[in-house]
């Protein structure tokens, strides 16, 4: 019976349904199961002089021979476990292939069919990309196999282009640090687009000699997800000797190679991809150009707008993390960013796959000059959040704050610092601090330190709120200086330094409360600065040591530091320290033991209690 179905198979190894008849070409009476096909058979029929409006199923392999066949109007070619190979498939309108019976050995010409269904399944083996360790060439040429296959793909109506089991190298160095020219040499996504990865799935750069590199880009893209999947930098085996780019400057630091690079894009989210060992940064936010001087874009350029990187990791990034330059709401949440810039570099070499700065899990770089009292924005970056996320192992710090606006960090995990330069309207809630402990055995020294930028008279860094975080085990917990500060609400455990108060105007600091069983340890200290209205009220400070040790604090005589309403309590009955200060006010409190102050002038201590 079998050979008898087979044989008959042969005859009629597809049917042709015509919407005006209904024609039957086999018989009823003998039926075919599935398992009586044979996809390696070769067709018993041609595509050629097919009639117009067909749906054909392959089920059986069929050779073209190198011939151009031309297909009329409305074919509709279904896969059912066969194929099609070497030849030309010329299409007239209304065509429909389904992306399984597309393959290298075929050329599509006339009219593109449309693909049955809009999810394409990329099979490395059926395009002719080899996986594994290979040559420059053939990487090079897997880039452009992968590029052409999403561009097709993207043209004949797939919306997904899923990648299943694959691991492949890519050629996408570039001699230009420029964003648009090192995209265009990369695994470049097209808008309204999604590329779905699974776990298997892998995608090196090929290890190459240039100081520059994207390994998967967006350059003025819109409507586009990336899911899944893990992207591989070069760091460990690029080579980093001298090198000049292609304008014939020197560009020996090789620290612009990034996996994933974003230049232009809205409504981009990123979610579930594994990030790692960039020779520059792991993930990057940039505009398609820098902007105009006064901080708008220029004519056909984009900002990139509503960015989302969640449930991913980015690790061992040799600069940072991820670089956020330019951009208007970007959200990183749920995410692991670890081990960025670590490696000491080996003597007598100026530059290997060590860590390069600035070496920070999320580095705000906004480029932005003053030139004679004018300022010029080449780039802005402003709202964003960051939600959720895991900051271990990151040699400088978690994150640093250059030049931003409009940030929130939020229900974090940090072991290292927070930190800042120029920066405003930022909010720093929810948050678990705790302090690794570096190599020399010490904890790591900050938490969130946050310094004065002044430029002609005008403070650059202000407008902070800081609440219900929780510190613990730092050097210096948290150390503050700047305009318009809000601090409340926060726990600090254990620090041996807890809240500085650097140069402030206009700060208030309210229901915090520090606690520690260090021998040694401070709860509010100074190390020098003026400060304008900042009022500390209604705090619990117990600890070993001084609740209070002030040094060098000069105050506004109208507006002086002042203490009310706190609980300060020495465990080991040890007095507060004021040293070199002016104009504090430390009124209503409960304090359990007395002062030591030096040269200072208009302090004044009254109305306190003991416990």
Same mark, same amino acid.
């Given at each position: ?85 070497? +030849?030309?498939?010329?299409?007239? /309108?209304?065509? &429909? %292939?389904? *992306? @399984? =019976? ?114 998967? +880009?967006?350059?003025?893209?819109? /409507?586009?997800? &990336? %899911?899944? *999947? @893990? =992207? ?380």
């Amino acid at each position: 019976m079998k050979k008898n179905a087979l044989k008959f198979l042969s005859l009629i190894s597809f049917f042709i349904i015509i919407s005006c008849s209904k024609e039957k070409l086999a018989t009823d009476s003998e039926v075919i199961t599935e398992d009586e096909i044979d996809v390696n058979a070769s067709c018993g029929f041609s595509l050629e002089n097919v009639k117009p409006n067909s749906i054909i199923k392959i089920n059986c392999m069929m050779d073209l021979q190198g011939k151009v066949i031309n297909l009329p109007k409305g074919i509709t070619l279904l896969y059912e476990g066969g194929n099609i190979i070497n +030849g030309t498939l010329h299409f007239s /309108n209304d065509g &429909v %292939i389904n *992306g @399984n =019976l597309l393959n290298s050995t075929i050329t599509i010409t006339g009219i593109k069919p449309q693909l049955e269904k809009n999810v394409f399944h990329f099979y490395p083996d059926r395009w002719g990309l080899i996986e594994g360790r290979v040559s420059d060439e053939v990487a090079k040429k897997n880039k452009e196999i992968i590029n052409t296959s999403i561009k097709n793909a993207k043209e004949m109506g797939a919306t997904t282009f899923e990648i299943g089991k694959m691991n492949a190298y890519f050629d996408v160095r570039s001699f230009l640090d420029n964003s648009k020219y090192s995209i265009e040499r990369s695994i470049w996504l097209p808008s309204d687009f999604t590329l779905k990865m699974s776990d298997e799935t892998h995608l090196r750069v090929q290890p190459n000699e240039a100081h520059s590199y994207v390994l998967v +880009g967006i350059y003025k893209g819109e /409507n586009i997800n &990336v %899911i899944g *999947g @893990n =992207l591989y930098g070069d760091r460990w085996e690029h080579d980093y000797s001298p090198v000049n780019d292609i304008k014939d400057r020197p560009r020996n630091t090789h620290e612009w190679g990034h996996v994933f690079q974003i230049a232009g894009g809205k409504n981009v989210i990123v979610d579930g991809v594994t990030i790692s060992n960039a020779s520059g940064d792991g993930f990057g936010v940039h505009g398609s150009a820098i902007r105009n001087e006064n901080g708008l874009p220029g004519s056909n350029e984009v900002v990139s707008q509503n960015v989302v990187l969640r449930n991913s990791t980015v690790t061992k990034s040799r600069r940072n993390g991820l670089s956020l330059l330019d951009g208007d709401g970007i959200t990183i949440e749920n995410c692991f960013i670890t081990d960025t810039g670590q490696g000491k570099k080996p003597q007598g070499v100026e530059y290997s796959s060590a860590g390069t700065w600035p070496k920070y899990g999320i580095s705000f770089e906004a480029w932005r000059v003053r030139v004679d009292g004018k300022l010029k924005e080449y780039n802005k970056i402003e709202n964003v959040t960051l939600k959720g996320n895991t900051f271990t192992g990151n040699t400088a710090g978690d994150v640093v704050l250059y030049t931003c606006s409009k940030i929130t960090i939020e229900d974090n995990f940090f072991d290292s610092r927070v930190g800042n330069v120029a920066a405003f309207d930022i909010i720093i809630k929810n948050n678990h601090f705790k302090a690794r402990i570096e190599e020399d055995g010490k904890p790591y020294n900050y938490g969130i330190n946050i310094n004065s930028k002044i430029i002609e008279g005008k403070e650059l860094n202000y407008n902070y709120s800081i609440h219900n975080n929780k510190i613990e085990g730092y050097g210096n917990a948290m150390i503050l200086s700047g305009k318009d500060f809000k601090v409340y609400d926060n726990e600090f455990l254990n620090n041996a330094n807890a809240v500085g108060i650097g140069s402030i105007d206009n700060g208030e600091f309210y229901q915090n409360k520090i606690e520690s069983n260090l021998s040694i340890s401070f709860g509010y200290f100074t190390r020098g600065g003026t400060h304008k209205n900042v009022n500390i009220h209604d705090e619990i400070i117990k600890l070993n040591y001084r609740p209070i040790n002030l040094r060098k604090v000069k105050a506004d005589t109208n507006a002086p530091l002042t203490f009310t309403n706190c609980e300060m309590i020495s465990l080991d009955n040890k007095d507060n320290f004021i040293e070199n200060c002016e104009n504090i006010s430390i009124t209503n409190n409960m304090i359990n033991t007395g002062f030591i102050i030096n040269n200072s002038q208009n302090v004044n201590i009254e109305n306190n209690t003991t416990p």
